[in-house]
């Protein structure tokens, strides 16, 4: 079968790699000169199952108010006129509650836990052999903050998935580069079944695999829009429109947008800032982390990747506005700093952003839409890079006609109501300029 796929970036070069394991004919169309340089560019690093978990949790709306008023915050919402934001925002306060969040972590932790085990099994060992064994832990400031894990302790335990609570003392062991500052700290939840790697060398690893493998990646094309080619009394009418009969501008982007619209839920972009330490010497680098550090106060999470150390977090409600903030800078400065202090050298970093599109409910989209032959896999979130050969292995079997390994429960459009059936909707897309 010929098969486009949109965006190269983690999430798309994975389901190439896999649709051109099963034999399809697979065309990667990407804006960017090479794969990965949007948001799989500079990611943390973080191959999380153990730390999936949606951002609406019961507590979470007054968590946001606390967060919005600190100096240091990890969230930031830029108030816009655009309904679709604020839908979003209801949909997500709506999942804000016990039952709700249980559902969708345990959601998340399905294909997450999926793409680990298929990670681990498979040739995509190639492409991980730059994630190194560097653990997890997420790191509590407070003891009030380590209370609250009640309830992620115990779907950890109901899933399998291994966790360890470390006090200060335990912390410093397997985290020796926090000595100096361990009074900041009350204790840590450590995942040693998660791992740290770099995303973007990956996806251009895996992009060379699916290339070995027949793929053929175009580069530098930007998607203007998509064509609906209607096959109803067997006329090839190309249409540009849409499900519901409104023009299909897309990119990626927009095409998420078309269909989370048509579903009554769309996303708002959510976006991410990042630093990267280039060239910290050697010595300073000893002191430095070993796993991946998440900071629970500021949700930052502080990465060494080899000789180079990778800061990632912060988030910022506002469409698809990119544009760097300097008070975010100074938020990422801030924790690497104060955690290890002669960790490295930020004024050298690199300052970065990309785009985290998230579900209200915090898990992706994956699987089929009412126009026949167009599937979606999307709204990833923070966890693409957690997720993604999980999702390209689950997105090749859909599209090859397969009954995929994992149940597709809850990760498909239909959570989101009408524009999720797949109801006959009379033709399919094909792309108008590529
Ligand atoms: C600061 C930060 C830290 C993060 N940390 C982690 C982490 O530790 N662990 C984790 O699992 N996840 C993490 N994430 C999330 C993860 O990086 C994303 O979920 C993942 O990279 C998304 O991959 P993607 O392929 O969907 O999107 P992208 O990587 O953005 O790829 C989309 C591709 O589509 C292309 N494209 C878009 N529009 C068009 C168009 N119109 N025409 C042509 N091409 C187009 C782009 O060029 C791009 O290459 C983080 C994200 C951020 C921002």
């Not at 899933?159 to 840590?188: C, M, W, Y």
């Not at 519901?244 to 982007?253: E, I, K, S, T």
Request: proline share 4%; glycine share 10%.
């Amino acid at each position: 079968m010929r098969v486009l796929v949109l965006g190269s970036g983690v999430i798309g070069t994975s389901v190439a790699y896999y649709l051109a394991r099963s034999g399809h004919e697979v065309t990667v169309v990407d804006r960017q000169p090479g794969a990965a340089l949007e948001t799989s560019y500079a990611n943390a690093g973080e191959v999380s199952p153990g730390y999936s978990a949606p951002w609406a949790g019961p507590g979470v709306p007054l968590k946001a108010i606390k967060w919005l008023l600190m100096q240091h915050r990890p969230l930031v919402i830029k108030p816009m006129l655009d309904p679709a934001m604020w839908r979003w925002c209801l949909q997500m306060l709506a999942n804000c509650n016990e039952a709700a969040y249980r559902v969708n972590k345990s959601r998340m932790l399905r294909l997450a836990e999926y793409s680990h085990a298929d990670c681990a099994r498979c040739a995509m060992r190639l492409a991980s052999a730059t994630t190194s064994a560097r653990r997890h832990a997420a790191l509590f400031r407070t003891q009030r903050q380590l209370d609250g894990l009640g309830k992620d302790i115990e779907i950890l335990r109901q899933s399998g998935v291994p966790f360890e609570l470390l006090d200060r003392d335990g912390i410093v062991k397997v985290e020796p580069g926090l000595a100096s500052t361990q009074h900041k700290f009350a204790g840590a939840l450590r995942l040693p079944g998660d791992e740290t790697g770099d995303c973007f060398t990956f996806t251009q690893r895996l992009a060379k695999m699916a290339q070995d493998l027949g793929a053929t990646f175009r580069f530098g094309v930007d998607i203007q829009r998509l064509e609906r080619e209607r096959r109803a009394h067997h006329r090839r009418a190309h249409r540009r429109r849409a499900a519901d009969g409104r023009p299909v501008r897309a990119g990626a982007r927009q095409l998420f947008d078309a269909h989370a619209r048509a579903a009554r839920s769309a996303p708002a972009g959510l976006s991410g800032q990042g630093l990267l330490d280039h060239g910290a010497d050697h010595r300073r680098l000893v002191r430095a982390r070993e796993s991946t550090i998440m900071d629970e106060t500021h949700k930052v999470a502080v990465t060494r990747l080899g000789d180079r150390i990778r800061v990632g977090g912060t988030a910022q409600l506002s469409g698809f506005d990119l544009s760097l903030a300097d008070a975010r800078r100074r938020t990422l400065e801030h924790v690497v700093t104060d955690l290890f202090p002669r960790g490295g050298d930020v004024s050298r970093a690199e300052f970065w952003t990309g785009l985290r599109p998230m579900t209200p409910d915090g898990t992706p989209i994956v699987g089929g839409t009412s126009i026949d032959n167009l599937f979606l896999s999307t709204g990833h979130g923070t966890l693409g890079w957690t997720m993604a050969a999980g999702t390209g292995r689950v997105m090749a079997d859909l599209i090859s006609g397969r009954e995929p390994e994992i149940s597709l429960e809850g990760l498909g459009l239909a959570r989101y109501g009408r524009a999720a059936s797949r109801q006959a909707a009379g033709g399919g897309l094909r792309p108008a300029r590529a």
